[in-house]
């Protein structure tokens, strides 16, 4: 009799297995379920030694298919030069560290931690390893003040107190049966994090800096088991753990207990060829002449003593910008109407436009 693993597949048996959750009321002990919108066919006589979990094979057709896409999204690219060329594929153009850090992350299972200027392409990493593997990219935006409820789940408190008030009208209330119902998965609404636990998924923790330091201690089980606790409800823990991508623009320092639990990579500004490439690619109905003269300008740009130097983002953003003028390279007269595309303090324009001939100039 073959043994089969959660979340494997089986040789012998040639099927896909399945785990039931289980959840706890009140901290108490938890009680064998099976997982939301699953149909479970009878079980077979393949079952691991331990009588919870129940392992089952799935009979449901679309259960069928979203264990098999699960499967394929586990497995993933094979190197770092496939990533590569995946992420290229999608719009993405990695350099090769960056590449490395991702292709690390995913292949070990730990957090990815990007810091970097804003506008070098942290987020849009994110965003492309979510096309790449195939799975739902959860964003999780911090911000100063943010929490649990926020971030990881709530209680539907007005539908609880609106199915307690229904049963009391129909009278005969069990108060034991009552409670286990209102801490049930019904009324739970999940948020990112939560959401992130129970499908394959790339979960996105944006701008972490702008977050308090309770936060990010709140962050560290989830970071390290890729599971979280809810008192009422139980420990929820990811089948398949999400690809985690923490960006941070640094303007505090990320504490050293989420560093430790992360593979950390600095984003640096993309090369001139790299840079031009991007442009080209995200704006392809400007000329060619015109993505390379924006990315050179932005590059002299990022030498000059700035409040805010221009990332990429800019460089895309002003392409299009002289594009919608009509400019087929970066000219003098409409790159000085459109500065604000780029420059977004009224010093830095100011101080740029005292010599913008110059940085237009083309190379000898």
Known sequence: MP???????CQACGKW???TTTRGRRGGVGT??????????????????????????LADPEVDREVHRRRRHVQGPESVAALVDDLARVGYLADEGTATAAWLAWRTSRPLLLE???????????TALA????????????????????????????????????????????????????????FLLPRPLLRSLE???????????????EFEAFLLELLSDFAVTIPEYGTVTAEVPPLVVVTSNR????????????????????????????????????????????????????????????????SIDWARTLHALGATTVEPAAAARTLGAVLK???????????????LAEPA
């Open 251 to 314: 303007t505090r320092e990320v504490h050293d207990a989420l560093k430790r639990r992360c593979y950390y990579h600095w984003v640096e500004h993309p090369d001139l060829d790299r840079e031009t490439e991007i442009v080209r690619r995200s704006v392809p109905e400007a000329d060619a002449a015109l993505a390379a003269g924006v990315a050179r300008v932005v590059a002299r740009l990022r030498d000059e003593d700035l409040l805010k130097a221009p990332g990429v983002a800019e």
């Open 116 to 126: 970097g200027e804003p506008g070098v392409g942290k987020t849009s990493l994110a």
């Open 199 to 213: 499908a394959p998924s790339v979960l996105l923790v944006d701008e972490l800096d702008r977050a308090d330091d």
């Open 131 to 186: 096309q790449v593997l195939g799975r739902d990219l959860v964003r999780l935006q911090c911000y100063e003040g943010i929490d649990a409820s926020a971030a990881l789940y709530d209680w539907d408190h007005p539908r609880q107190l609106l199915h307690v008030r229904a049963l009391e009208a129909a009278g005969g209330v069990d108060a034991d049966a009552l409670e286990h119902d209102l801490w049930s998965r019904r």
């Open 17 to 19: 297995w399945a785990r």
């Open 32 to 57: 064998t379920r099976q997982a939301a919108g699953a149909c479970f066919g009878t079980p077979p006589p393949c079952r691991t030694a331990r009588s919870v979990p129940t392992l089952v094979h």
């Open 3 to 9: 043994t089969c693993l959660p979340g494997s597949w």
């Open 345 to 359: 303090y009224r010093e830095d324009q100011q101080r740029v436009a005292a010599h913008l001939a110059e940085l």
